[in-house]
């Protein structure tokens, strides 16, 4: 019943990711494996190996302005 926002350590820069298998927590560029392969990128957790992510690269079309 704790909002935890209002706690004394709030400030946050970077975005944090989670594993929800371990509680592994870490910055996604400061801590977590990131497997890149043909297929995108895995995120990968370091302690217990569960994969918290994973982007494709060709799902995302880079859209082109008509200019
Ligand atoms: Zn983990």
Same mark, same amino acid.
């Given at each position: 019943?704790? &909002?935890? *926002?209002? #706690?004394?350590? +709030?400030?946050? $820069?970077?975005?944090?990711? /989670? @594993? &929800?298998? @371990? !509680? /592994? ?5 400061? $801590?977590?494996? =990131?497997?890149?392969? +043909?297929? #995108?990128?895995?995120?990968? @957790?370091?302690e217990c190996? !569960? =994969? &918290?992510? !994973?982007?494709?690269?060709r799902s *995302? ?7």
């Amino acid at each position: 019943m704790n &909002a935890d *926002a209002s #706690g004394p350590r +709030s400030s946050r $820069g970077k975005s944090v990711l /989670f @594993c &929800a298998e @371990c !509680h /592994f927590e870490s910055a996604l560029t400061d $801590g977590w494996l =990131v497997v890149s392969d +043909s297929d #995108g990128r895995t995120i990968v @957790c370091p302690e217990c190996g !569960h =994969v &918290a992510d !994973h982007r494709s690269e060709r799902s *995302a079309p880079t859209p082109q302005p008509a200019d």
